[in-house]
């Protein structure tokens, strides 16, 4: 069996009674040698890895060669059932039937975490990555959407330098390591994609997330207004015009700079200096 041919996917999914789903962003790579390039994409791996949405092992099957142990996190039940069934020859993967994003990374050793993500939820799932299993995973690789990696690469001043952007770069460094066509998916998506990789900071403070983010997310609240305005005026933070204006001297930013241009040293920076004075405070969770 070819799990990488798009009739003969058709028909193990039909064997199994199963349909691909729309909505949950099914689209399988019919390419092995890009799968064993994503299984690779990582330098120096972690001993053992979590995979999120497996599908019908395109990934694992390279993945299972390089990791001593894999774990297959599946959402769907069809595809978890169908993969026990059929990828018995890999003893070293477990494929884990859960919701990747209430998934717990084991905390014993951190692990590398790949996977081709679905589309409609991959800011959760950097999210859950980044921040909620802070500390627990070693290295990641992922396939995205190529419009979603040009985001997570923009510099301050691109038409698409983002919250996004900022956000991801308080937790992780992301390189950007080859794109892939849409031709090589069956059924074929209507976008391209890229492989991206991901190794978390050590020097930002964990503990200043949700200010930091409060902070990301006033500055790009309205794009119009400048920086000082979003944050004074901010529905995020509730923070006085004196702080803002002193951060912003201390930051070196001009008074009339906007969100999108500011770097991210100098939204930390703002951060740092609001979580040490005592007025700041988070209003509504972004």
């Known amino acids: 069996m070819n799990i990488y041919a798009p009739r003969e996917i058709t028909a193990l999914l039909e064997s199994h009674g199963l349909a691909l789903s729309k909505q949950r962003g099914q689209n399988f790579l019919t390419d092995m040698h890009i799968a064993q390039r994503i299984a690779a994409a990582i330098d120096e791996p972690a001993a053992s890895a979590v995979e999120i949405g497996p599908g019908i092992g395109a990934l694992t099957i390279p993945l299972a060669g390089r990791y001593a142990g ?11 059932q169908l993969c026990t069934e059929i990828h018995t020859a890999l003893p070293n993967v477990s494929f884990i039937h859960a919701d990747i994003l209430e998934y717990e990374l084991p905390g014993n050793s951190p692990v590398d975490v790949c996977g081709n993500i679905p589309y409609n939820i991959t800011s959760p799932i950097l999210e859950w990555l980044l921040i909620t299993n802070a500390g627990r995973w070693h290295k990641a690789a992922f396939m995205v959407q190529k419009d979603f990696a040009l985001r997570l690469a923009a510099s301050p001043g691109d038409d698409d330098y983002s919250a996004l952007t900022l956000l991801l770069h308080f937790a ?26 991901l190794t978390p900071h050590t020097h930002t403070d964990m503990k200043l997330f949700p200010l930091y983010r409060a902070v990301v997310k006033s500055l790009f609240h309205s794009r119009r207004k400048t920086a000082h305005n979003n944050l004074i005026r901010s529905p995020y933070l509730a923070v006085p015009a004196a702080l803002v204006e002193d951060a912003f001297r201390q930051c070196a930013i001009p008074a009339r700079e906007r969100g999108e241009r500011l770097s991210f040293d100098q939204v930390y920076g703002i951060t740092r200096i609001f979580s040490l004075a005592e007025s700041p405070a988070i209003l509504t969770p972004p």
């Open 70 to 80: 894999v774990s297959a996190v599946e959402f769907d039940r069809g595809l978890f």
């Open 172 to 197: 992780a460094v992301m390189k950007k390591k080859f794109d892939v066509p849409r031709s090589v998916f069956y059924p074929a998506p209507t976008v391209d994609s890229s492989v991206i990789t």
